[in-house]
């Protein structure tokens, strides 16, 4: 029943406690005085079996997340070209935006994960400031965004339909149409294969990065679109199988947190249907 020591109610009690000390330490004989439910053995057994249950999956879910890599086998008769010959860099580093409490939204490093774009946390520009920021070029759906540093690698594909800036530790890759798939490269370049080449390829000391220069030199495989569009496709059902980890993930967090409301006596309900 410890698990009660992660709920609200002991974040309450303990800012209870240090409300208006110097320092916001605590001593033993603080917790001694937090107080919880207890009910009989045999129902701490039931709860506690019902939370592990929980645990579990998302446990397993949560490696699911880890592990995956989309996996593209190279055929030994593709082209292999650099970077910089497919792709058009745009690149914002070296320039910090004046940020707004609303907005047009700005997309950092901290927003592109592997393989995906998540919106928080939440960062605008003015919009009148738009036009004078984005002076470098502006990304269109379909390229690629790729963290230069802290994180190094992290790659996803824009598929946002309005405007947005970028700010530093960002550049967006711009495949030429022609010969590249945006989502092939993204895909690509998340692979453990591309991942270790750009990772032997970082340089800093306390912060580690990767040069414009040294990213364009990378080579990468150059498939027929057909293929592209072919391999995108079957990574892309897998992807949809990673993403519904996440929201299982989510899903059983919020079990757990229902059965510790239950237990302070709390109507919290579980969530249920598809949309939790």
């Given at each position: ?8 109610h ?9 409300a208006?000390a ?8 603080l ?5 919880i ?6 129902v ?7 939370i ?23 055929h030994?008769?593709?082209?292999e ?16 935006p004046e940020?707004?409490?609303?907005g ?11 393989g ?28 690629v ?17 309005g ?13 030429n ?11 690509l370049?998340?692979?453990?294969t ?23 030199e ?6 027929p ?40 006596g ?7 249907g598809?949309?939790?």
């Open positions: 029943m410890l698990k009660q020591l992660t709920t609200g002991f974040n309450d009690f303990l800012r209870e406690q240090i208006g110097n320092i916001n330490n605590l001593s033993g004989g917790l001694y005085r937090f107080q439910p207890l009910p009989p053995l045999d701490q057994q039931e709860i506690v079996a019902e592990e249950g929980y645990q579990k999956v998302i446990n397993g879910a949560r490696a699911v997340l880890d592990h995956y890599r989309p996996h593209i086998p190279i030994p008769d593709w082209p070209l650099p970077l910089g010959e497919v792709c058009r860099f745009i690149d914002y580093r070296g320039k910090t940020k707004t409490a609303s047009l939204p700005l997309i950092t490093a901290k927003n592109v994960r592997e995906y774009i998540n919106p928080e946390p939440r960062e605008f520009i003015a919009e009148a400031d738009y036009d004078a920021w984005m002076t470098r070029g502006i990304p269109q759906v379909g390229d965004l790729f963290t230069m540093e802290a994180p190094l690698g992290n790659v996803a594909e824009i598929t946002m339909t405007r947005f800036a970028l700010a530093q530790r960002l550049v967006a890759l711009c495949p149409r022609e010969l590249l798939v945006g989502a092939f490269l993204k895909d370049l998340l692979t453990r591309l991942q270790d080449k750009i990772l032997a390829h970082q340089s800093g000391t306390t912060v580690y990065g990767i040069k414009a220069s040294v990213l364009k990378l080579t990468i495989p150059l498939p679109l057909a293929t592209q569009q072919a391999i995108v496709a079957e990574i892309e059902a897998e992807q949809a199988l990673v993403a519904a980890n996440r929201e299982l993930i989510a899903r059983f967090e919020k079990k757990i947190q229902a059965t510790l409301a239950r237990v302070w709390e109507n919290t309900p579980e969530p249920t598809e949309n939790t």
